[in-house]
């Protein structure tokens, strides 16, 4: 379990913990994510995270050392196009990008970059909250 979580992660990284619980199951081939496929992943987790083969940030899982890259949605699931399910540091690292190619913008134009960096064509009230919770952090 370790090494499948941690392909996943290494690849899809920094990903969400119930999104790596999803492709665990679809690996598995079942269509629902169930209560044993979760605990089989939490303790693949708990494995992965104290040999710091897989770091945690919240709910966030990347491989140790990974370089943090600003990555479309324009095709992805419906699942990973929610506001919750945008890890924070890829947000951080999509506000660095549109501040380097825009310079100063008022926090509007910065969602809006944002919001297009991810590859969405409209800000929702989710990703709004999410690129602006990260924001006002910076």
Not at 25 to 32: C, E, I, N, Q
Not at 33 to 52: C, D, F, M, P, Y
Not at 62 to 73: M, N
């Amino acid at each position: 379990m370790v090494e499948i979580l941690t392909r996943i992660v290494e690849i899809e990284g920094p990903v969400h913990e119930d999104e790596l619980a999803r492709r665990v199951a679809r690996l598995a081939g079942s269509a629902r994510t169930g209560s044993r496929i979760v605990e089989a992943v939490q303790r693949g987790l708990k494995l992965a995270k104290s040999s710091k083969v897989i770091v945690s940030d919240g709910a966030f899982l990347l491989a140790q050392g990974a370089e943090i890259k600003v990555r479309s949605r324009a095709q992805a699931s419906p699942s990973l196009r929610k506001g919750e399910m945008l890890p924070p540091q890829e947000i951080a690292a999509a506000i660095g990008l549109a501040k380097a190619e825009n310079g100063l913008m008022s926090e509007d134009e910065l969602i809006m970059e944002v919001t297009h960096l991810f590859g969405f064509e409209r800000t929702g009230p989710d990703l709004r909250e999410a690129i602006s919770a990260v924001a006002s952090q910076l």
